[in-house]
């Protein structure tokens, strides 16, 4: 069985680190999910998750958490590298994992061209 944890590396992790993206003021959304991004001078992409209350009870906030890192995990080749992303899932919709994934691989992309940061 191979390791199917998302790395430290991979992760934002400080408050500074989620300032700075939401500084930054480059977000796209959908009907599921928005999405802020910023370059973060490293080679790969990391991801930070923000989840609140509006979103729904305990179980559902950590069904969207998983969906998120598991889209995320899975298809980080497609995912544009150098930016620090978050993502935040809009309040009424419901994870499956097809919609986020679609959802994720767009924004990523449409941001990652303004801000002209288009490698994988």
Same mark, same amino acid.
Not at 49 to 66: H, I, Q, T
Not at 106 to 119: F, K, N, P, Y
């Given at each position: 069985?191979?390791?199917?944890?998302?790395?430290?590396? #991979?992760?934002?992790?400080? $408050?500074?680190?989620?300032? %700075?993206?939401? !500084?930054?003021?480059?977000? @796209?959304?959908?009907? /599921? =999910?928005?999405?802020?991004?910023?370059?973060?001078?490293?080679?790969?992409?990391?991801?930070?998750?923000?989840?609140? #209350?509006?979103?729904?009870? $305990?179980?559902?906030?950590? %069904?969207?958490? !998983?969906?998120?890192?598991? @889209?995320?995990?899975? /298809? =980080?080749?497609?995912?544009?590298?150098?930016?620090?992303?978050?993502?935040?899932?809009?309040?009424?919709?419901?994870?499956?994992?097809?919609?986020?994934?679609?959802?994720?691989?767009?924004?990523?992309?449409?941001?990652?061209?303004?801000?002209?940061?288009?490698?994988?």
């Amino acid at each position: 069985m191979t390791d199917q944890h998302l790395p430290a590396e #991979r992760r934002l992790r400080h $408050s500074s680190d989620f300032a %700075r993206v939401y !500084r930054q003021r480059c977000a @796209a959304g959908d009907a /599921h =999910l928005l999405i802020y991004g910023a370059k973060n001078g490293h080679p790969h992409a990391r991801i930070g998750l923000s989840v609140s #209350r509006k979103v729904g009870p $305990s179980v559902c906030r950590n %069904r969207w958490k !998983r969906a998120i890192r598991e @889209a995320f995990r899975t /298809h =980080l080749p497609e995912i544009p590298g150098g930016v620090d992303w978050i993502v935040i899932p809009r309040q009424r919709a419901i994870p499956q994992q097809a919609s986020v994934v679609k959802s994720l691989l767009e924004l990523t992309s449409s941001i990652a061209v303004r801000l002209g940061s288009g490698d994988s």
